[in-house]
């Protein structure tokens, strides 16, 4: 167990998140998943970053909680390992020499339950989503479905972006910066809509890749990108003396 990095910009319950995530991968708490007040005194947290993470855990379907008899694994949970801290898609296109730009699908105010849930705010909140067909050259490589708060959202209703980093245009429309964030990648058979907007061939499957973004301790986006499982490639550099994972998006 590692202590966590009260330095970093990462708040403490996301990186208590990625390290229950990380026990939880390597076969712990298959007996017993700790209460709040056990996480609480393992990791010197307030009960509310212990609920947090948990919480978290819980909407991830990692992790079940009944009322008066705490938390547990649900049978067969899904695994996780995280691998990489950002899924970058414009710099690993631009990285490959090959142009970069996006159709912006869909753009506007909206109300959507789950993605308010992610974001913390209430189930009703109004939020900016923001739809976009990612380009690689001529290819569509990636369907990028973002989901912002109001308040920031509503600056990008008139922004370009049809091409370069969504952040990059939240940072400059609306002076907010990402510092942060949490990423679960997994496959996928593809829809019909989704294999005709990637032009995906019969038989492959694509990358679901979600994320929650922070800008300090706030959550500024959530994502569902669908990314080609035939053109993108997510590549995990370790070392066996147990030194922290580093990865990149390819």
């Not at 970058?88 to 090959?98: E, N």
């Not at 035939?230 to 370790?238: G, I, K, Q, S």
């Not at 030194?243 to 990149?248: D, H, L, Q, S, T």
Request: with cysteine; aromatic share 6%; charged share 25%.
């Amino acid at each position: 167990m590692d202590a966590l990095d009260r330095g970093s910009p990462m708040p403490l319950w996301a990186q208590l998140e990625a390290q229950l995530r990380a026990r939880i991968s390597a076969g712990e708490f298959e007996d017993h998943f700790p209460a709040d007040a056990e996480l609480v005194a393992q990791y010197g947290v307030s009960r509310h970053t212990a609920r947090a993470a948990v919480g978290r855990l819980q909407a991830a379907g990692l992790v079940e909680r009944e009322r008066g008899r705490g938390s547990r694994l649900p049978p067969a949970a899904e695994l996780e390992q995280s691998i990489a801290p950002f899924y970058a898609l414009a710099a690993a296109i631009a990285g490959s020499g090959l142009a970069e730009h996006a159709h912006v699908l869909r753009r506007g105010v909206v109300r959507h339950p789950a993605a308010a849930a992610q974001l913390g705010l209430a189930r009703d909140a109004e939020l900016v989503h923001i739809r976009r067909l990612r380009f690689a050259g001529d290819e569509p490589l990636a369907l990028d479905n973002s989901w912002l708060p109001i308040d920031v959202g509503r600056r990008l209703l008139d922004a370009d972006l049809d091409r370069g980093s969504l952040y990059e245009c939240m940072a400059s429309e609306a002076n907010v910066r990402v510092t942060a964030g949490t990423e679960r990648i997994r496959a996928a058979l593809p829809g019909a809509a989704e294999r005709k907007l990637l032009a995906l061939p019969p038989g492959e499957a694509m990358l679901v890749v979600e994320r929650v973004a922070y800008a300090d301790e706030r959550a500024v986006e959530y994502r569902r990108s669908v990314v080609r499982g035939d053109r993108v490639a997510f590549v995990a550099n370790w070392r066996p003396s147990g030194g922290e994972v580093a990865g990149r998006g390819g």
